[in-house]
């Protein structure tokens, strides 16, 4: 938990401190693609917790979720059907399930 | 695609031996530039483009297509009239006819000049079938209100001028059931009432006698009689009464 709270906060600060900008035009499908990554993150601090993290999962599902939602934003401008809200529910569900878990594990953690 | 990552040779088996907590961190640090970058452009609200907005933005795009069309119609139009006032200057038509024909059109426009073309003629009659009168004995009398609602229907169907009796109808001219007779214009009209309308006579025409107008319902549920003719021809006299406003000016 805290070294990916470390790690965005440096990573924030890094951002505003770059000149990095991209096309305005891209920031539906940049917001789907972070969505994805902290399910992603979310979902590797869990793994982590139950001792089975597996860098080569992570680093994959990592960058592919985040290609595949913002290709699914993209998809479903080019369609005219807001097929991003699929990526919305399913990187937003798990999210908060990973999110449940993970603090199961610490509560149970801290009790023993 | 797993296992193809799994046997690279820069990342070989060892993948699993990194530590997990600092590419946990690594990677939250890539969130957290794009999150950062994402905050720097300042959107207020990414809304959804839907096909719906699509098409309400195409409606507006094309409404003030046409808008641009007719500002630039009325542009040429002020431009001509402004070289016309110009070369009055120097030519034999001089300013004092260019201001005679904008009067007439005016008039014209206004009411005051007497036209013709073509158009309907409708002769309009109370109920003369003594026997087929209903309760009410009123329900046989043409009134002002279905006067003035026969005159909306030939106004709707693009009516340029309209007289009743004789009596040109305007924009201030009142419609005024008086016993017997209906007043236009402050004068008394009797029965049988002429309504002459030009415009297009077959548009004009459809708006008295098709289903569901306003004089098939008067013909056929009140038995008043209703007569429409297409004339290829009409007169309409000018508005004879003197008209001015007393209490209406003109906003500076």
Known sequence: MVYALIGILIGVLIGFLLPFTYNSAYTLYVSVAILACM??????????LEGKFDATIFVSGFIGNAILAAFLAYIGDRLGVPLYYAAIFTFGNRLFDNFAKIRRIITSKKKN | ????????????????????????????????????????????????????????????????????????????????????????????????????????????????????????????????????????????????????????????????????????????????????????????????????????????MASVSAPGTYAEMLTKVYGIGIQPYTKDKLVIPAYSGDFSYSYAKTVQ
């Not at chain 2, 016309?84 to 904008?102: F, G, M, Q, T």
């Not at chain 2, 026997?131 to 009516?159: C, K, P, Y």
């Open chain 1, 39 to 48: 399910d992603s993150i979310f979902g590797g601090i869990r793994a982590n």
């Open chain 2, 1 to 204: 695609m797993l296992s193809l990552l799994k046997k690279n040779k820069w990342w070989g088996d060892n993948m699993k031996e990194f530590n997990p907590k600092l590419t946990i961190g690594i990677f939250s640090a890539l969130v957290g530039i794009l999150f950062a970058s994402q905050v720097k452009m300042n959107i207020q609200m990414v809304t959804p483009v839907t096909i719906n907005s699509i098409q309400r933005l195409e409606l507006e795009i094309k409404s003030l297509r046409t808008e641009v069309e007719d500002l630039k119609l009325n542009i040429e139009d002020k431009q001509n009239y402004l070289t016309l006032i110009e070369d009055s200057n120097h030519s034999e038509k001089n300013i004092i006819s260019v201001l005679e024909d904008e009067r007439d059109k005016n008039m014209l426009l206004a009411g005051f000049k007497t036209v013709e073309g073509p158009g309907v003629e409708i002769v309009m009659f109370d109920n003369i079938n003594s026997d087929e009168l209903s309760f009410d004995f009123n329900d046989g009398i043409i009134h002002d209100v279905d006067m003035q609602n026969i005159l909306n229907d030939l106004r709707v169907a693009g009516a340029e001028a309209i007289s009743i009796n004789g009596e040109r109808v305007l924009s201030f001219s009142d419609i005024k059931c008086a016993g017997p007779v209906i007043r236009v214009n402050g004068r008394s009209l009797g029965t049988p009432f002429i309504i002459t309308a030009i415009g297009d006579p077959k548009l004009l």
